[in-house]
């Protein structure tokens, strides 16, 4: 199964050079860097400590693993490998030059081995659920240990591991330790085969964020700049499918009150530019990348740049979190929630089903189904200030009790150091 595995890979190689040329197009970030996507670097490292964040998600939860990784190793490299520029630009934003980056070459024996053999990893730590046979069987070649942080695994992914199952119980027998978000995540690594004894449940390091004074700053800089008198609210990481809800919702708030402004947030780049077009067929927008002036008349305000999400949380009222009102599983809402904003969410969660729980079992959050539902509820919130800030409060209160998984993943990972 393995050498078929592989051998079916090297057979779609081309094809995918062929969509990531495709994928350039829009996103001119794909076709840089080539080389690397088959493990040839333009430098080495003598030893370095490999933490694997695939794209933006997991590269925001490995935000405070890095930090914590760097004041307690400083003497050693830290190395954070993605796949996706987008992943690769939010390590930059926050690390600069302190942290190295390549991209992860895609899992084909020989590429995996150049890589390793480049960057002499002390130890592999893989976020959330990324797992490939070449890139596992690789480290466990070079007796480089391999640890699964911040680990979820929904009931949708477990039952598409289950399909491969031998492949599946022979990469997980190969990680030295799983530190599961929950219990349930735990459960359903152990059904599908990894080993009792290494694994642990710590909760979630994303609940550890932490909010700098410069976000603040920013944050009211950009609240002053849209308007300090005018009810705002933020869809943020919205797919295709959901901003056609989310603006037929602003329209009914608009009716009600005509000076609420949206912020509109899609998930990835190459949507930026069709999604001005979209909302500018029915309000006045104003672009944030090129820094157009909000005004009264503007009924929405495109967060058409990187790294700026929580800057745009803070400004805000109400946060809505996107990839819900379509089966994508939902975002992270623990970053409103650390901001104390009051949430809304549609109802597709499985990527987050038991931190969505906690937010709706403290009232701190609530899901919407449609656009009339959407609307519904901003307008309750928008003519009732108080409860917005008791949801907002509620909701970071949630972030404070979750907090202290970063400590426990952080002792476990030393042991393997």
Known sequence: MHFLYTFLFYLALPFIFIRLMWRSMSQPAYRQRLGERLGYYPFQLDQCIWIHAVSVGESIAAVPLIKSLQTQYPGTRILVTTMTPTGAERIRQAFADSVSHVYIPYDLPFAMQRFINSMNPLICLIMETELWPNLLAACHANNIPVCLLNARL???????????????????????????????????????????????????????????????????????????????????????????????????????????????????????DAMAKLAGQTFVVARRSVAETCTDATGVYLGDTMGELLVMYGAADVAFVAGSLIPRGGHNMLEPGALAKPILTGMHLFNFAEISEKFVTARAMIKVADADSLAAQLIQLMQHPDEQQQMGARALQVVMENRGALEKQVKLVSEFI
């Open 154 to 272: 929904s009931e949708k992914s477990a039952r598409g591991y289950q399909k491969i199952a031998w492949v599946t119980r022979n990469m997980l027998s190969k990680l030295d330790l799983i530190a599961a978000h929950g219990e349930a995540d735990a459960n359903r690594f152990l059904a599908l085969g990894a080993i009792k004894e290494r694994m642990q449940v710590t909760g979630n390091i994303k609940f550890d964020i932490q909010i700098s004074a410069d976000i603040k700053q920013k944050s009211v800089q950009l609240r002053e700049a849209l308007g300090t008198k005018r009810f705002i609210w933020i869809a943020a990481s919205t797919h295709e499918g959901e901003d056609e809800i989310i603006l037929a919702a602003h329209a009914k708030l608009r009716a009600l009150d005509p000076q609420a402004l949206l912020i509109l947030v899609p998930r990835h780049p190459a949507r930026f």
